[in-house]
């Protein structure tokens, strides 16, 4: 069995721009998270995070309480851990799911105007959860677009 924990944290603004620390996020966890036998979904949208995370308990919680400490985080709100046979997302160490109508769709018939993860229900979360095993993982870069024509064009949010 394996621990499945969920949280969700706004964005603390800093000078890095949020392509920058969305690509830091994702290497770091990449890299750790392959080393360590942990699976799990990041979804950024409207200054909010969510992040569904599994694997051995104890990886889990050290690996939780590091993200507690990370400045780029703020206002934290873990929902109810699960244990899980198998990981929901073993094809990937961090998958990245990028802003999509089916979520922003799913939001507004729970009532909500926007992506808004620390309004979930319990229920609200399993039913999110499903929608983010089904999407497809954002494969675009997430570096800066460079070059004269691309400056100021941001395609991912």
Same mark, same amino acid.
């Given at each position: ?89 073993? +094809? ?12 922003? =769709? %799913?939001? $507004?018939?729970? &009532?909500? @105007? /926007? ?11 399993? +039913? ?12 675009? =870069? %997430?570096? $800066?677009?460079? &070059?004269? @024509? /691309? ?7």
């Amino acid at each position: 069995m394996m621990l499945q924990l969920c949280y969700a944290s706004e964005r603390i603004e800093s000078e890095q721009e949020l392509l920058q620390d969305l690509s830091d996020i994702l290497a770091t966890a990449r890299k750790f998270n392959l080393q360590h036998q942990i699976h799990g979904v990041l979804y950024y949208s409207h200054g909010k995070f969510f992040q569904c995370l599994e694997g051995q308990a104890e990886v889990v919680e050290s690996l939780f309480q590091s993200i507690c400490r990370d400045p780029r985080h703020h206002n934290i709100l873990r929902f109810a851990d699960a244990m899980v046979e198998h990981s929901h997302f073993s +094809e990937w160490s961090m998958k990245y799911v990028h802003k999509h109508s089916e979520i922003s =769709s %799913l939001f $507004s018939r729970l &009532g909500l @105007k /926007q992506f808004d993860p620390h309004a979930l229900q319990q229920s609200g979360i399993a +039913e999110f959860l499903k929608v983010l095993y089904r999407l497809e993982e954002n494969q675009a =870069s %997430l570096a $800066s677009p460079k &070059g004269y @024509k /691309q400056r100021g064009y941001v395609p991912y949010f």
